[in-house]
Structure formats: C-alpha cells, structure tokens
C-alpha cells in the first residue's frame, strides 16, 4: 500500500464548475497535511495546509481532513482555465520532519 | 527578495561523471531537503538536513552525496553511481521544528548525454 494516494485523473472540469480531488494516506500518525500546486515545468507551490479535523477555507481553496478515515480533500470552486495544473497531496510522516507525496491528480478546466 | 535558489536549470551529465546541484536560501530556514521527481510521480525524497553539519539519508539515497557546511546551502552531488539520474531535482527549505511546510526552489532537470 503506498502511503499517499491520490485519484489518478485526469479531471477534466468547465469553467466556473468545482474540482474535488481526493487523497488517503496510511500513517495514523500523521499529524499535517498539505496541498500543493505545480504547473507543467515548474516546481510545487504550497495552496493549502490543514492540521485539524474539520473544513479550511482559504478563497475558492477548501481543504478538508478527516483523520478517523485518513483522507484529506481540496475543492477548487469557480475553476478558473489558471486553475489547470497538477495537485500534489503531502502528508507529514508521524511527528518528523519528511513528508510523503501523492503522484498527483492533473485537473484540467475547460474554457 | 526572500526565497530559494537552485542552479544550474538544466544540467547534462555524461556516463561516469560526477554533477553537483546547487541550493542556496535566504529564508533563514534550519531545515533543507532534496526531492527528485520522474514523470507521473510524486516526489521522493533523497537527503535532509535539519540542522548545520547534519544531515540524513531520505527514501532513495544510494547514488547521491550532500553536504551542509552552511546554514544557507544544501549542494547536491549526483555520483556515476547513480545509474538513472535523468529526473527533476527539487530543493527545498523548511523553518526546522518539524511537520511545518516546506518551500521549494524552482528546481534543476537532469539529463544524461
């Protein structure tokens, strides 16, 4: 079992319309959670971090964790064609300093 | 302007030959990390350091060297040991208490002639 997991896509969403893009992770003890944006060539950008049980909101950006169930999730409202990229899910690896990354789900959004 | 430099951005390699990556960050971060990406996968981690003349082996470190003789610079070395170095090598920095976001650099992409 990999240690993230993340649906494989690639989504394709119209403007205007909401991406939800999932992932799952195996270490219970994992304690942070982040979403990061890379565009074709470029390096990841940090989009969202979440650390507690619950809903964070940060613009058109909502991350949502649930610990029991060890799945974290980011929806994109308003998808914007800027909004097309790759989105990693990295999870923290019990209480040190790596991090685990998801492969990646690729959202595509349509004029 | 505070942030994370990596040179060169290409970089080529020939068969039996040594290449260092360079990183350097402004951020005051203690942590630093290397990432390697192949197409289709997420990252992987190769080397970190946590502090200043420390530093650890990640999930893939066998071909690589690293050294931290400053706080500021985390170079990597990819060896002729490392027999399929052709990937995107990322570097990245972190404040250094642990499970706190880490930052990247705009990468290095290495190919082998």
Known sequence: ?111 | DGGITQSPKYLFRKEGQNVTLSCEQNLNHDAMYWYRQDPGQGLRLIYYSQIVNDFQKGDIAEGYSVSREKKESFPLTVTSAQKNPTAFYLCASSIGQGQETQYFGPGTRLLVL
Request: with cysteine; proline share 4%; hydrophobic share 30%.
């Open chain 1, 1 to 111: 079992q990999k240690e993230v997991e993340q649906n494989s896509g690639p989504l394709s969403v119209p403007e205007g319309a909401i991406a939800s893009l999932n992932c799952t992770y195996s270490d219970r003890g994992s304690q942070s959670f982040f979403w990061y944006r890379q565009y074709s060539g470029k390096s990841p950008e940090l989009i969202m971090s979440i650390y507690s049980n619950g809903d964070k909101e940060d613009g058109r950006f909502t991350a949502q964790l649930n610990k029991a169930s060890q799945y974290v999730s980011l929806l994109i409202r308003d998808s914007q064609p800027s909004d097309s990229a790759t989105y990693l899910c990295a999870v923290n690896r019990g209480l040190g300093y790596k991090l685990s990354f998801g492969a990646g789900t690729t959202v595509t959004v349509r004029a």
